[in-house]
């Protein structure tokens, strides 16, 4: 319990409580933590620009990340769906995502939870410029997950987010809502699962709170209630924001255990099927 207070300050579980979120400052070691994934990242990108012949810099992890991946996609958008698949597997990443600290902070904010890591619920994003088919607009996490009602988002960046790359904004104290129902439409983009997905009377519930969108840098952790209102900013920088992210659980909760801890999308669940009164559209899959 000591190790659990040390970690998470009284003041970030209050915030965490009353506002659905808090940011931990540099709670991972950049340098011990962060960097392995970054070169792991470095030698990905270096492996295929050489497959493809791209011609791009990859000698840092900070010109493979800014420079050879733009350049990749450049030629051939569906390259860049290796490079996402990829970096998921980088050993590093998986160290970062299992890290017995993470544990320690889902107990402080969930106290007398049995912590599970949500399978499936971990990746890293990469958020180019101007790119709105894959950006995550407002959301809440859980019907997108599932696995528990009371699960924690963990967000964390590979390079400095500014407020031009797009920054997540949080809309302060929005788990108030509760669950809210979802529709679902592709938006006229070709969105698919959790992106096409549309809250119930979303803006006139989005009114009701401000909104935050802080800034980070590697090291730094966000955390999200599962039912706090979400969204990726709109990235108007020349540089893609690249960020962590992964989600704990709770065994305990009761409708966790009621749906058996299943989760959504990337468990190839519908959770319409699961949980079909989260859904306003009568089940008409997008
Ligand atoms: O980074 C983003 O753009 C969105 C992040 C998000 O929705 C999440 O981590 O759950
Ligand atoms: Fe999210």
Not at 20 to 42: C, H, N, S, W
Not at 240 to 253: L, T, V
Not at 256 to 274: E, L, M, N, P, Q
């Amino acid at each position: 319990m000591l190790q659990n207070e040390t970690l998470v300050s009284a003041a970030a579980q209050s915030e965490f409580a009353a506002n659905g979120y808090t940011m931990l400052p540099k709670f991972y070691d950049a340098q011990a933590d962060v960097a392995p994934i970054q070169e792991g990242i470095r030698v990905i990108l270096e492996l295929l620009c050489r497959k493809y012949a791209v011609d791009a810099p990859t000698d840092t992890s900070w010109n493979a990340m800014t420079k050879a991946y733009p350049a990749l996609i450049a030629k051939n958008r569906a390259w860049g769906g290796e490079v996402y698949d990829a970096v998921k597997q980088i050993p590093a990443f998986m160290q970062l995502v299992s890290k017995a600290a993470n544990l320690a902070v889902f107990e402080a904010l969930r106290p007398g939870s049995v912590p599970g890591l949500a399978a499936g619920g971990y990746g890293i994003r990469i958020d180019n410029p101007g790119e709105e088919k894959f950006r995550a607009q407002w959301h809440q996490e859980f019907p997108g997950q599932l696995r528990s009602l009371d699960g924690v988002v963990f967000w964390t960046p590979l390079l400095p987010v500014t407020a031009d790359m797009g920054p997540v904004q949080i809309a302060a104290g929005s788990h108030a809502e509760g669950v809210i129902p979802v529709y679902r439409d592709d938006a006229g983009l070709g969105k698919t699962g959790a992106y096409a997905l549309y809250m119930d009377r979303e803006e006139e519930r989005l009114a009701r709170y401000e909104k935050v969108a802080p800034l980070t840098a590697p090291g730094d952790l966000i955390l999200m209630d599962f039912l706090t209102m979400h969204q990726g900013g709109h990235n108007v920088s020349a540089m893609p924001r690249w960020s962590i992210q992964f989600r704990y659980f709770n065994f305990a909760d009761p409708l966790g255990t009621r749906i058996g801890w299943c989760g959504s999308f990337a468990a190839g669940v519908d959770f319409s099927k699961i949980l079909p009164e989260l859904v306003t559209d009568g089940g008409n899959a997008a």
